[in-house]
């Protein structure tokens, strides 16, 4: 009924590979590395430019200072205010402009402001105020500065955003150097 039993067979244990190594990586690996380094060189960038808009922004408010503290009296603080929004017009719009007169200037210095500070509000006192023969107030004084103050942040940011690929920086106001015309 049984067979004899055959003789043992010589066999070996039975050997399993080596467990895969880490490389070369899966392509659903890769695919995560190359997104993880794209979004590291977004993000680099975004930091970066965040802190040169940011130290631009720090250096034309001490320019901005500079100007108005060597400024002694009230018309010479107008003039150095109109001076300085007239160099910020040329950087964000060109010459033409920075050599607008009058009331034409005033409202290029409104822009979209719906207020309009300039040709109904304080801001008027840059027409006459650095000619007048009469002092301007104290609380006038402010009152243009401080719209004048974001005026001119606002165009000198835009000059930059502009000139920012035609030159490099090299420590001072791109598009606010002075210039005697």
């Given at each position: ?8 067979l010589p066999l070996k244990d039975i050997h399993l590979?080596?467990?895969p190594g880490i490389w070369p990586l899966a392509p ?154």
């Amino acid at each position: 009924m049984f067979a004899p039993a055959a003789p043992a067979l010589p066999l070996k244990d039975i050997h399993l590979p080596p467990a895969p190594g880490i490389w070369p990586l899966a392509p659903g690996w890769w695919l995560v590395l190359v997104l993880a380094s794209v979004l590291a060189a977004v993000t680099v960038r975004w930091v970066w430019q965040h802190y040169q808009r940011r130290a631009y922004r720090r250096q034309l408010e001490s320019l901005l200072d500079q100007e108005l503290m060597n400024s002694n009296d009230p018309a010479s603080r107008l003039a150095s205010l109109s001076q300085l929004l007239r160099r910020a017009a040329r950087a964000a719009s060109g010459a033409a402009a920075s050599q607008l007169l009058g009331e034409q200037w005033l409202q290029f210095l409104d822009g979209a402001d719906p207020g309009k500070p300039f040709t109904q509000g304080p801001g008027r006192l840059l027409l006459t105020g650095p000619f007048a023969t009469h002092a301007a107030s104290a609380s006038e004084i402010n009152a243009v500065e401080a719209i004048a103050r974001r005026r001119f942040m606002q165009l000198a940011l835009i000059g930059r955003d502009r000139h920012q690929r035609k030159a490099t920086d090299n420590g001072t106001a791109v598009g606010l150097e002075h210039t005697d015309d």
